[in-house]
């Protein structure tokens, strides 16, 4: 049976931009708005303590002005869930943070970590807030977002995306093994970083994943053709992939 793929647009680097030279633009709730109207599912922004791009005032806006779903990616700390707890976003996505750190740079250790994050999960889930967990494809991973009680875990693909020849094929592996696992488990399973138009179609054929979280690429393919034609193609290849890959389950 085809399960719908959504599609989430993370608007970070837009704020990236603008704080490069300071003011208020570009405007990153504008870009959010574009995006919805592209066909995008859901936003997601990424409010980091260093406020490096993303700030409280878009957080603000944004939670005024969508009609989609807003997914908060945050740090676990008190000041965050603070912030989340007061904005009551759609969902929060937990992610680890360091400050010498150009971009996350990779999955949350939630499996020796779960003692600290335990208390997070727990808040967030009894204010109404779906909570996932941005992890690395690794079993024991998810059967710690499971003990926590995280309704849904983000896959990494960074690592799939930055290899090449055999070791993509094996971090493509790690991949679809970790997206059947959360399914088995009963997790929801969404995916991203690093993703293009080059690299998505495989990852938009698991059957597991529900969920494609994109940004850096398609803000930087806005800058030559638009961010509207920069998203509705990124989610043609995606539906195209997944559609083919039915077809062959079915055949």
């Given at each position: 049976m085809t399960r719908t793929l959504r599609l989430g647009i993370n608007i970070d680097h837009v704020a990236t931009i603008r704080n490069a030279r300071g003011g208020g633009l570009?405007?990153?709730?504008?870009?959010?708005?574009?995006?919805?109207?592209?066909?995008?599912?859901?936003?997601?922004?990424?409010?980091?303590?260093?406020?490096r791009h993303i700030s409280d005032e878009d957080i603000v806006g944004l939670m005024e002005q969508l009609a989609v779903p807003l997914n908060l990616e945050m740090a676990a700390t008190?000041?965050?869930?603070?912030?989340?707890?007061?904005?009551?976003?759609?969902?929060?996505?937990?992610?680890?943070?360091?400050?010498q750190e150009r971009t996350t740079e990779g999955g949350?250790?939630?499996?020796?970590?779960?003692?600290?994050?335990?208390?997070f999960v727990k808040a967030l889930g009894e204010a109404g807030?779906?909570?996932?967990?941005?992890?690395?494809?690794?079993?024991?991973?998810?059967?710690?977002?499971?003990?926590?009680?995280?309704?849904?875990?983000?896959?990494?693909?960074g690592r799939y995306c930055d290899s090449?020849?055999?070791?993509?094929?094996?971090?493509?592996?790690?991949l679809t093994s970790a997206a059947r696992l959360a399914e088995n488990l009963g997790l929801e399973c969404h995916?991203?970083?690093?993703?293009?138009f080059d690299s998505v179609?495989?990852?938009?054929?698991?059957?597991?994943?529900?969920?494609?979280?994109?940004?850096?690429?398609?803000?930087?393919?806005?800058?030559?053709?638009?961010l509207d034609s920069a998203i509705k193609r990124m989610r043609a290849l995606m539906d195209k992939a997944?559609?083919?890959?039915d077809n062959e389950r079915s055949a």
């Open positions: 570009p405007d990153p709730v504008r870009a959010a708005k574009l995006a919805e109207d592209a066909g995008a599912d859901g936003i997601t922004a990424h409010l980091r303590e260093d406020r008190d000041e965050m869930l603070g912030i989340a707890l007061r904005h009551k976003p759609h969902a929060a996505c937990i992610v680890p943070e360091k400050r949350l250790d939630a499996a020796g970590g779960k003692d600290h994050l335990a208390p807030i779906r909570v996932s967990l941005f992890i690395e494809p690794e079993p024991a991973q998810l059967e710690a977002a499971l003990e926590l009680g995280a309704p849904v875990i983000e896959l990494h693909t090449q020849g055999s070791e993509r094929d094996h971090q493509f592996k790690r995916a991203g970083h690093g993703l293009t179609g495989p990852i938009a054929a698991i059957p597991s994943v529900r969920e494609l979280n994109i940004g850096h690429f398609l803000i930087g393919e806005a800058i030559f053709g638009g997944r559609a083919e890959a």
